[in-house]
């Protein structure tokens, strides 16, 4: 199942988040692999600080696996289904695991990236579209160099 997920990273962790990123250390540990990195590649941080993202779990309890993980940086405001489990291939049984390699998501990543929600980004003074939303990696390094020194928990860990 897909569900969207909204958080915002806790107060001076951005550092840790940000180093766990980029040394591909962020879920080390964890079953779900690579996909904390995939999530982070495709998370948008709006106006507002709140990060939002598409994830891909088959657990019970929505991120089972994954919280632990998410909640050492990040507030969890919301985790949701992205789609109807009606139609999910993985859910009414048609199709296990379909979540994996299914475009059912598409539409919202298009969505989340331009937040008129209208499928165009807004066109800049030059006549060209540009996305109001940035990517995770930008805001977070744009966090990163702008507040030092940090003292979040996982800081102290590594």
């Not at 962020?26 to 590649?41: F, Q, R, V």
């Not at 891909?56 to 993980?69: K, M, S, V």
């Not at 299914?102 to 003074?125: E, I, M, W, Y």
């Not at 990163?144 to 860990?157: E, I, K, M, T």
Request: contains cysteine.
């Amino acid at each position: 199942m897909r569900y969207l997920v909204k958080a915002r990273v806790k107060r001076k962790c951005e550092k840790a988040l940000l180093h766990a990123i980029e040394n591909g250390m962020l879920g080390k540990g964890s079953i779900a692999g690579d996909e904390y990195l995939h999530n982070m590649n495709k998370a948008r941080v709006n106006d507002q600080g709140v990060a939002t993202w598409v994830e891909t779990c088959f657990c019970d309890p929505p991120l089972a696996e994954e919280r632990p993980y998410w909640e050492k940086y990040f507030e969890l405001l919301s985790v949701k289904d992205a789609h109807s489990r009606r139609t999910c291939r993985h859910e009414n049984e048609t199709e296990p695991w379909a979540c994996c390699d299914c475009d059912c998501t598409n539409a919202s990543h298009r969505k989340r990236q331009f937040p008129s929600g209208l499928g165009s980004a807004p066109v800049s003074g030059a006549g060209r579209r540009v996305s109001r939303r940035r990517s995770f990696q930008q805001e977070i390094r744009k966090i990163v160099s702008a507040r030092l020194p940090f003292g979040c928990a996982q800081d102290r860990l590594h």
